[in-house]
Each structure stands twice: as C-alpha cells, then as structure tokens.
C-alpha cells in the first residue's frame, strides 16, 4: 500500500492503541475498505463497518453504499467512527460530520485537512486534484480551518482526547510543505 496510508494508520495506531479494541466501528467514506481491513488487521477494532457514496472496482472489505444524505445507522450504533480525508469532500462537510457524529456512541477518530491562510488553501486544492482525480472523486474544496473542524466537534458534545497536528503523513520536501496541512484527532463524547 502507498507510504501515505501507511503513515496514516501508524498515527491511528498510536492514537487508539490505549483504547483498543473497540467493539463496533463505523468507517465514514471508506473508499476502498483498506482503513477499515487495517484496523481489523492490527486490532484496533473489533468489527468494522465500511460506507460510502460510491463504489470502487477493487476493495479490501466489503463497502456498504449510502446516497450521502444520512447514514443508514441508528444513532449511537457505533463505539467509534472514522473518517479519512472525506469529509473536505462533502458538499455540507458541517452537516456531514454532524451525520457521522450522530452514530458514534464514544469516539471520533478523524484525519482531514486544514489551512492558516489563502497559499495553503490553494496547496490542498492541488494535492487534493492529484490525488482524487484518477479515482473520479470530486474535489468541491470545502476545505475547513483546524479552528473550524475542532468548534463543530465540539458543539457536538465532544471533548479532545488527542490532536496530532501536524500530522506527518508526507516526508522529506513534501513532508516539510504540506504535514502542517494535515492532523488527526481523536474525540470522546461528553457523558
């Protein structure tokens, strides 16, 4: 598999390793399954429920398809809910993470992007183009400020309980240029 994804679940790792296994997850925009096969596969989750609004020609899990307006799932159903560079791509990326929020019982695992000003926003928009296009995923550039990411989390009812930013999900050059672009965070909701 790519470094990129890699990188990503060895920051999932160290994140949810105090917190595993979890019992039930939800993998929000799964894409092709291999977040949701990885955390089954390093036992982090227990069973995995991948979903997302389109289906891919080659998976690593079996993905359930939804019409990206609310998920198919009873609020609260989930121990944990993921999401991995999806949201951004969202038309609503509030109203989405609000969905997502809903069926999540305990925590919120997420990886997005994020931008301080106009030059790293137009960074995210040409990384996202070469990254999405050949998937045919659109790329509306709802891209959202870590401010922005955390205050709808937690207007949700959610508490941090671990921020990585920035993630180090690129290296050398890339890596110097972009991981400032990048977090991951981990929320748990308030009881």
Known sequence: MNPYRRRILDIFDEVLRPHAPVARSLDFGAGDGW?????VQRGL??????????????????????DGARLPF???SFDLVSSVDVLHHCPD??????????????????????????????????????????????SPFNYCTLDQWRRWVDEAGFEPVRLVHPAACHVGVMGWTTNRLQFVGLWERRR
Do not use: M, W
């Open 45 to 66: 989750v227990g069973d995995v429920t991948p979903v997302d609004v389109q289906a891919r020609r080659r998976t690593f899990a079996q993905v359930t398809l939804y």
């Open 93 to 138: 990326p509030k109203a989405s993470l609000e969905d997502a929020l809903r069926c999540t019982d305990r925590f919120f695992l997420l990886k997005d992007h994020t931008f301080d000003g106009p030059v790293g926003r137009a960074a995210l928009g040409v990384l996202d183009e070469i990254g999405n296009r050949r998937f045919g995923i659109h």
């Open 35 to 39: 977040f949701a096969s990885s955390f």
């Open 74 to 76: 009873a609020d609260r």
